[in-house]
């Protein structure tokens, strides 16, 4: 056996974390990490190999993306022939299984009920043993890289990302082209005789070494049963004592420097990102630079760059923060969402963030502000929420190719260093010399002269000087710049209060007409946090689109007002959000409970004060209106899970006609709305954590006497019967319903089918049928329309829920096929799939059913997690809080008989029972196709929609589990 040694050298890890963590070094060198934890109910491995795609060859763009889609998801190997058998144990056992691809390194991941781990991970191994890599993979592999690239053709984020790279030395590996597509993969390798599957294991023989490569394992075993498994199962793997990426220094010459990139996006919006090349952080991680940077440029208060931006209406959003590429060198980036007033102001923003930058050059950095951040690092990390352990392997794994061991745990999240030089040494790499700045806007459409190849973006490149950024400089607003002010938000006691009651499930702590208080005791997690739910039902916001995008320009100014407050609570760990329900908007606030009332009041408080700042409103209407003007520019998949909401869901509103009512609104129309948004209420709040039951009723008797009492209340209580109901249309038995719709940017060459098949309203029994089919069909399915067909990169199947009713749905998106044409496919499936289920052996569905009950026994990980699990049951008024364990119950007493019948009854083609929505997106690839469907005769029992809004309200519904409050008894 290979010497394997044993290094006894302590791991900083939690003072509140009870696992065991051991380090080992196999004798071909690889790293690994164990980790032993009695409590997991889920085992998880991840395999970091030092290789990315900056490592591609010349003139093979997209290899590395290539192996890994070979290794992973084609997966077959000497001892595991059977194509996909890898991607399909892990799947049927629970588990889940990725790759992802990142620069300088690939990580190949996987989770799985702990009684199978050693099976998976005797598979898992094998990939880097002796991988069958066939030319059939291969080339079916390389349709999927394609079908990525033309999903990514449209996107912003990939567009822009691509042309930083582009504008960079040409023989420098940053400069290539990482994702790949047909040219590169098959055209270009062809045309100089190159053979792509020899070049595939040509490039893994030349960097899959177990020098480059670092493992974590994660699962309940005791740290001797683990590393036992590796011992066994990873020794083989070849060390060919390769040295990994190796770079030719920085990517820019000076002519990639001081220069002003304008650029055209896809979207309707205004971006700029002013961006330095710096050296990683990570080799001062104990000072944390680019931490403390990220906090005073990034800060949101008083005298920052973006109160000064917000106040003058120039932005709507700015981010401070090191984007990382390889251990040579990264990006600190400074990206402001641009208003057209903004757009128009691009200099003096750019000499205004300069003008701050030469503050803190010319200022000592502040050591009080360094000691919060180390303060908030130092709670972070010692009172922490667990998380997966899929999740925890992950971001270990890629830990342990940055740090040396004993900070594997900890990584760049502890600041203990107070070292001014050092944050100074970084900001003089925040110099006029070393800036790159990309602005977008569809302005410069028509006034650019140059094209990255690969995505094909306009742009065009000025050479920007000293002393014009100077000239900026002189010019920009001259507003009070000063560094953050202190933290009101940061904890100070962190103990944990005793539950007066050990209730499992959450309990109606109180009713009045004006609310209802849902209260659930932390008796698991023993962390100093709370999680406070308000959902503030608002009959008014359903009345109409006018109404609907009033509300909603209210949930965004009301953020917009808070901002300040947001950003120094979020800093602290306290986390606050508003957002649009169904039923009006709801207020979350998460994280230590120390301060958090201090926060929740102010939220509450700029509620029950709301004023329409004429200024703001007009900047949010300008952004909305983009928003929704974007629409068009969605994935064709996006726009079908639009489509089938509008059709399903009683309540939604067409984004076009809420754009239509857009430009006629004023603040003044906000103004009036208000009191009529708020003339009838009912507060639903769920409060649970670290919070005693008298708190928790403080605090909505607070909020009840902020809004109910006095002589002029804000609110009337709701009538029960203007309590809100969410209904969902109800399909006919035996009925295909089909709408078919042309995509509405018409550059785009996708189009996107979605198969939605709509089974039952909630009920135990059989949800767990539908899970179980879900569960065995997922892999087959992945396998079959995504491996096999080869019908497009975005290729999901799922079950679906809205608001209690069940149902499952297939999305698929692609170039190849047309929607029509993929809903075959589909059928196709399921005819072939039913024979998969009459020749399962009973053991089979047992071991199915074992695998399903074993997910469901998951107890939750964290008090967020728990929280939104339980507010879910109280949002759908289906109050299921024990649904684990009912469904657990339901599971155990299934047989495969029933399961078939289940089967043959809801899903099965054909079936007099079937309820099929198929929603097909036609791009601009298929519209010939489009037009003859449009023309032909539907099949018996299919039923054409030609207006949603007339099918809906014309179809039945499900009654809605979400009835009157007021009928609860305590």
Known sequence: MANVTEIDEEIVKPRTDKREYRRIVLGNSLQVLLISDPDTDKSAACMCVSIGHLSDPDGCEGLAHLLMRVLLLAYASEKYPGE?????????????????????????????????FEEALERFSQIFIKP???????????????????????????????????????????????????????????????????????FYEENYSANLMH???????????????????????????????????????????????????????????????????????KEGPCYYLSRVIGHKGEGSVYHTLQKLGWATGLKADEYA??????????????????????????GLLFKYIQLLKQTSVCKRVFEELSAVCETKFH???????????????????????????????????????????????????????????????????????????????????????????????????????????????LSLKVAQEKVKFPVLLRKSSYSKLWYKPDTMFSVPKAFVNIEFNCPHVRDSPQAEVLANIFVQLLEDYLNEHAYDAQIAGLHYYTSRTDRGFKVTVFGYNDKLNILLETVVDKIANFEVKRDRFAIIKEMMTKGISNFKYEKPSQLATEYRSLILRDIKWPWKEKLDVLPNLEAEDLVKFTPIMFSSAFLECFIAGNMERDEAISIIQHVESIFFEGSNPKCQPLFPSLHLTNEVVKFGRGVSYLYSVQGLNPSNENSALLHYIQVHRDDFILNVKLQLFCLIAKEPAYHQLCSIEQLGYINNFYGRYDFGIHGVEFLIQSTMKSPRDIDLSIEAFLEMFENKIYEMTNDEFKGNVNALIDMKLETHKNLWEESLFY????????????????????????????????????????????????????????????????????????????????????????????????????
């Open 325 to 350: 590429v390889t251990s040579e060198f990264s990006f600190f980036q400074v990206i402001v969402a641009l208003t057209d007033a903004g757009h128009e102001h691009m200099q003096d923003i750019v």
């Open 215 to 285: 493992l974590v394992l994660y699962t309940k075993e005791s740290l001797d049963e683990i590393q036992s498994l590796v011992e066994n199962k990873f020794q083989d793997i070849r060390n060919s004592n390769q040295r990994g990426f190796q770079s030719t220094g920085l990517p820019f010459k000076s002519e990639h420097l001081m220069i002003l990139v304008k650029a055209v996006p896809i979207k309707e919006r205004h971006k700029l990102t002013v961006a330095w090349p710096i050296t990683p952080s990570r080799h001062h991680y």
């Open 84 to 116: 996909d058998s890898y991607c399909q144990y892990i799947v049927e056992h629970g588990g889940y299984t990725e790759g992802i691809l990142y620069p300088n390194r690939t990580d190949y991941h996987f989770n799985i009920n702990n009684d199978c």
């Open 871 to 970: 507010w879910q049951e109280i949002m759908n008024g289906t109050l299921k809080f024990d649904r684990k364990e009912a469904e657990v119950e339901a599971l155990r007493q299934v047989t495969q008989q029933e399961f078939i019948d289940f089967f043959n009854e809801y899903i099965k083609v054909g079936s007099h029972r079937k309820k099929t929505l198929s929603v097909r997106v036609y791009g601009k690839k298929h519209l010939s196709e489009y037009r003859s469907e449009k023309s032909e005769p539907l099949q018996l029992h299919s039923l054409r929609i030609d207006d949603i809004l007339s099918f809906r309200r014309s179809q039945p519904h499900y009654g809605s589990f979400k009835g009157s409050f007021s009928n609860m008894k305590l």
């Open 383 to 493: 009172y922490p929420d667990k998380i997966q352990p899929l999740n925890y392997v992950i971001r270990i794994a890629s830990n342990m190719e940055k740090y040396p061991p004993k900070d594997w745990l900890v990584g760049s999240s502890l600041l203990s260093n107070f070292n001014p030089e050092v944050v100074h040494m970084f900001l003089r790499e925040f110099s006029p010399e070393n800036v790159r700045i990309f602005w977008k806007s569809k302005k410069f459409e028509g006034d650019t002269d140059k094209v990255e190849p690969w995505f094909g973006t306009a742009y065009t490149v000025e050479k920007i000087t000293t002393s014009m950024i100077q000239k900026w400089m002189s010019s920009a607003p001259s507003d009070n710049l000063q560094l953050p002010a202190p933290n009101m938000f940061i904890p100070t006691n």
């Open 132 to 202: 069958l890599m066939s030319t059939e993979a291969a080339m079916r592999e390389i349709k999927t890289v394609e079908s990525a690239y033309q999903n990514y053709l449209l996107s912003d984020k990939w567009r822009m990302r691509q042309l930083q790279n582009h504008l960079s030395w040409e023989s420098h590996p940053y400069h290539r082209f990482g994702i790949g597509n047909w040219y590169t993969l098959d055209v270009r390798p062809k045309a100089k005789g190159l053979d792509i599957r020899q070049e595939l294991l040509k």
